[in-house]
């Protein structure tokens, strides 16, 4: 079963910092993404990348920065958070190329932003 | 790009009873539906998927159908038990990228 862990799991930030929500998979998946959770609108992707240096922009990338330093971690970045980022953000990584397309979800990461 | 649409926010069934969870997609090229399930507090896990090789694909109770003139795609669950309460959510890819499209998922309620 893949494995994919994120830290921290709950996370209180004050507008106006940097908030720094990491994620780490051991199933050498080339692919690996960022979504965050919101009541009423489902999964929205923020960042997603394609291999270690690779960072691509998803549907919401707005106050939002990724880096992807090995295959095996992808961080998202908050500079300066806003209230608006108050959400649950999960990361997931899966393989193109392997026998399923499906991704693989972390827990989670609460992230409440005062 | 692909804009994926699931028509039941909410669903309530009596235990034993099926559900139907109906999704919608605009992309011709999307040939991979996968489908999650998120129970209460929880992170998504995958649960069946169903390639546009193929019209329908049961696993256990879980039988999804694939209508591709439609573009429309189902997950049903038979025999349902409490324990299959949690928000489904339906997706759609094209295999090249596997970045994948989710709907906003249904609320599936099992009650006893």
């Known amino acids: 079963e893949a494995a994919v862990t994120q830290s921290p799991r709950n996370k209180v930030a004050v507008t106006g910092g940097k908030v720094t929500l990491s994620c780490n998979q051991t199933?050498?998946?080339?692919?690996m993404y960022w979504y965050r959770q919101d009541t009423g609108h489902g999964l929205r992707l923020i960042h997603y990348?394609?291999?270690?240096?690779?960072?691509e922009k998803g549907d919401i990338p707005d106050g939002y920065k990724a880096s992807r330093p090995s295959q095996e971690n992808f961080s998202l970045i908050l500079e300066l958070a806003t209230p608006s980022q108050t959400s649950v953000y999960f990361c997931?990584?899966?393989?193109?190329?392997?026998?399923?397309?499906?991704?693989?979800f972390g827990p989670g990461t609460r992230l409440l932003v005062l | 790009g692909e804009k994926v649409e699931q028509h039941e926010s909410t669903l309530s069934v009596r235990e034993g009873d099926s559900a139907v969870i109906n999704c919608t997609y605009t992309?011709?090229?999307?040939?991979?539906f996968p489908w999650y399930k998120q129970e209460a507090g929880k992170s998504l896990h995958f649960v069946i998927d169903?390639?546009?090789?193929?019209d329908r694909k049961q696993s256990q109770r879980l039988i999804v159908l694939l209508d591709k003139k439609a573009k429309r795609f189902s997950l049903h669950i038979t025999a349902t038990q409490p324990e299959d309460s949690a928000i489904y959510f339906c997706?759609?890819?094209?295999?090249?990228?596997?970045?994948?499209?989710f709907g906003d998922g249904t609320q599936l309620v099992v009650k006893p």
């Open positions: 997931a990584s899966g393989d193109p190329l392997g026998s399923q397309d499906t991704q693989y």
């Open positions: 199933n050498n998946h080339n692919n």
């Open positions: 990348s394609y291999g270690a240096g690779s960072t």
């Open positions: 992309d011709t090229a999307s040939s991979y």
């Open positions: 169903i390639r546009s090789n193929v």
């Open positions: 997706a759609a890819s094209r295999n090249s990228n596997n970045r994948i499209f």
